[in-house]
T-cell receptor, first 111, second 112 residues
């Protein structure tokens, strides 16, 4: 069974703080995606990374794909209450949409 | 309506009941997916349909039976479920098997 480990599982921080979420696997991904899920909703895609060492920025969010394509991180700068939610990483080990999801990081940003 | 819709949003059923979950996508996509999201396990892919043909059955028990009558609709028929089947069931669709998936809001299922 291919596993995707996410850490931390829970994170509670004050508005304005920075944070990093990690996603690790022992296997190589062909691509990796990050999603955010809010209560009562399905996950929404934030970014897809496909190249080892790739860095993508989405406003205050920075996504990095490890050189070996086995790990990824999501860094949020100056977190805001609107960033609160469940962050999920999902990896594809082959081309196509057979995604394996991590367990998620539940983030709460307090005003 | 736009996007991916799921009905019902909440469902409570007994172990001997038969019920169905419905998913409809208004995006013109050709691939549809069922996922299970439970409190204790990561989001799990259950079934994949591409052009109305099932391409993946991810070792799902036979008490879950999918149906894809056309590219816009996907059903999950449920019978003789167990309490451990209680979870959020999410539907997703994508343009093809390699494109971004768009998720519906899910059906929160409770099996008593």
């Amino acid at each position: 069974t291919q596993l995707l480990e996410q850490s931390p599982q829970f994170l509670s921080i004050q508005e304005g703080e920075n944070l990093t979420v990690y996603c690790n696997s022992s296997s190589v991904f062909s691509s990796l995606q990050w999603y955010r899920q809010e209560p009562g909703e399905g996950p929404v895609l934030l970014v897809t990374v496909v190249t080892g060492g790739e860095v993508k920025k989405l406003k205050r969010l920075t996504f990095q794909f490890g050189d070996a394509r086995k790990d990824s991180s999501l860094h949020i700068t100056a977190a805001q209450p609107g960033d609160t939610g469940l962050y999920l990483c999902a990896g594809a080990y082959n081309a196509g949409n057979m995604l394996t999801f991590g367990g998620g990081t539940r983030l709460m940003v307090k005003p | 309506e736009t996007g991916v819709t799921q009905t019902p949003r909440h469902l409570v059923m007994g172990m001997t009941n038969k019920k169905s979950l419905k998913c409809e996508q208004h995006l013109g996509h050709n691939a549809m997916y069922w996922y299970k999201q439970s409190a204790k396990k990561p989001l799990e892919l259950m079934f994949v349909y591409s052009l109305e043909e099932r391409v993946e059955n991810n070792s799902v028990p036979s008490r879950f039976s999918p149906e894809c009558p056309n590219s816009s609709h996907l059903f999950l028929h449920l019978h003789t479920l167990q309490p451990e089947d209680s979870a959020l069931y999410l539907c997703a669709s994508s343009q093809d098997f390699f494109s971004t998936q768009y998720f519906g809001p899910g059906t929160r299922l409770t099996v008593l």
